[in-house]
Structures are given as C-alpha cells and as structure tokens.
C-alpha cells in the first residue's frame, strides 16, 4: 500500500517558515533535524499529530527557486491547506497581518482564499461544502 506521509513546500527561509506555519497557522512542529547544511523540518496538523507532515524545504536550488517564482508570479498557489470555514479563518489570520492575494470566494462545492506564506510561496486555503 502506497501512502503520503510527508509532502514539501520549498522556502526561502526555514526559521521563517518554522514562524509562520506554526506561529501563525497553527501548525505543530513535528521534527527537526540537521541534514546537511539544512534541517529536516516538519509540521504537522494539531488535529492530526501523526498525519501528514509538510516538510518546509529550503529552496537552495536554482530550479526549486526559478519553479518557486513562477508560481508566485502566475498566482498559483505552492500548495492547499484544508480548514473547516475560510471565511473565519480568513478574518482570523488578517488580524494577525497575514496578506490575501484573493479573499474567500464561493465557487459551488467549495469555498477557498489565497494567502502569502511569506516565505515565498502562495497557499490556498480550502473548505468542502
């Protein structure tokens, strides 16, 4: 059987991205670990401690960084982060100053939004209706 249990998003600053996504987010730090001049850095869902864990991966790498760029420019998001109401959550992390790109919209079988990592990425926050 064939499982995800850890998927990335490239960062220019781990410390960084270590803040935001747990500090603001609020996301569980799950490992870190040196790994060569980086660390093996995870988090985790408070929900879900033993799911999936997002590996916040420097973008050291030319190509990690140009892919990186490109998303952002184009207004696609690195990655989906799934949360029970967008709106609220929305409302909740631009009151701690987190940037939208595009505020919640309604488009039939889901609502979603778009925020700044400020790590360089673009992630979208989605909510099944």
């Known amino acids: 059987m064939i499982r995800i249990t850890v998927t990335s998003i490239h960062v220019d600053d781990q410390a960084k991205a270590l803040a935001f996504y747990t500090d603001v987010l609020g996301f569980t730090l799950k490992t ?8 093996w850095l995870t988090v985790v869902s408070p929900a879900d401690p033993d799911g999936v864990e997002l ?3 420097p973008n050291d790498h030319p190509a990690a ?36 790109t595009q ?6 079988p889901v ?3 778009v925020l700044d990592d400020t790590c ?9 209706k």
Do not use: C, S, W
């Open 32 to 39: 870190d670990q040196p790994a060569g001049g980086a660390r």
């Open 55 to 57: 590996l916040l991966e």
């Open 65 to 100: 960084r140009a892919y990186q760029q490109a998303l952002v420019a184009d207004g696609i998001p690195a990655a989906q982060l799934t949360v029970d109401d967008v709106h609220a959550e929305v409302e909740r992390l631009k009151a701690l100053g987190v940037t939208f």
């Open 103 to 108: 505020d919640a919209v309604d488009l039939g």
């Open 111 to 113: 609502v979603m939004a």
């Open 120 to 128: 360089g990425n673009l992630v979208q926050l989605a909510a099944m």
